[in-house]
């Protein structure tokens, strides 16, 4: 069964350095998500990408974020300068036209020191 | 502006008792879908069952059962005869569909813990 996939699964990095988290969603799928859970609390909406551009976003989402999907399958979250509250679990999920259930990636964990 | 109460912070059962997990929304749409997610102890989110906002016939799915009520604005999650695999944190979600402007973001409740002892 085809399923969202994350990388790196941990990924710790120093406060102020650039950090690019990977994600390759489900092939026929064409609406695309980005969630992040601090630990311990609920999931939260960052952005969603629709026809290679940002469709919504939230307000997390501010400037040192961006989204890209460089080629034909891969789905990327920059984060600019990191902070320390950037320091939460990231989900990428994904989902096919008409059908509003969004499957999850196994998430990536970030650590920032 | 969505949102999403899941009141029960924690719940502790014995394997084979029932349990219920509240889940109470607000949304100003007509049109919306509803969304439990599992989350096991290694944190993936594990989609469970959706349903959209014309659609309030309850479903029963092997041990899990789910009872939807516009009414109240509520839509609960009940596991039968659990088990110990059943220990996650479950969340309920939703997502706003009307006015041609929403995407499918979800938005999620806090989320309930549930353990079931053996």
């Known amino acids: 069964e085809p399923e969202v996939t994350q990388t790196p699964s941990h990924q710790v990095t120093q406060m102020g350095q650039e950090v690019i988290l990977r994600c390759v969603p489900i092939?026929?799928?064409?609406?695309f998500y980005w969630y992040r859970q601090i630990l311990g609390q609920k999931v939260e909406f960052l952005v969603s990408?629709?026809?290679?551009?940002?469709?919504?976003k939230s307000e997390i989402f501010d400037d040192q974020f961006s989204v890209e999907r460089p080629d034909g399958s891969n789905f990327t979250l920059k984060i600019r300068s990191t902070k320390l509250e950037d320091s939460a679990m990231y989900f990428c999920?994904?989902?096919?036209?008409?059908?509003?259930?969004?499957?999850f990636g196994p998430g990536t964990r970030l650590t920032v020191t | 502006a969505q949102k999403v109460t899941q009141a029960q912070t924690e719940i502790s059962v014995v394997e084979k008792e029932d349990v219920t997990l509240d889940c109470v929304y607000e949304?100003?749409?007509?049109?919306?879908?509803l969304f439990w997610y599992k989350q096991p102890p290694s944190g993936e989110l594990v989609f469970l069952i959706r349903?959209?906002?014309?659609?309030?016939q309850n479903e029963i799915s092997g041990r899990y059962s789910w009872n939807f009520q516009k009414s109240t604005s509520s839509f609960n999650f009940t596991i039968t005869a659990s088990q110990v695999v059943d220990s996650a944190v479950y969340f309920c979600?939703?997502?706003?569909?009307?006015?041609?402007?929403?995407?499918?973001?979800?938005?999620f409740g806090q989320g309930t813990i549930l353990t079931v002892h053996p």
């Open positions: 949304t100003r749409d007509t049109t919306y879908y």
């Open positions: 990408f629709y026809n290679n551009e940002i469709s919504e």
């Open positions: 979600a939703l997502s706003e569909m009307g006015g041609g402007t929403s995407y499918g973001k979800l938005t």
């Open positions: 349903r959209n906002s014309f659609d309030e």
């Open positions: 999920a994904s989902r096919v036209l008409k059908r509003y259930e969004q499957y």
């Open positions: 092939s026929n799928h064409l609406y």
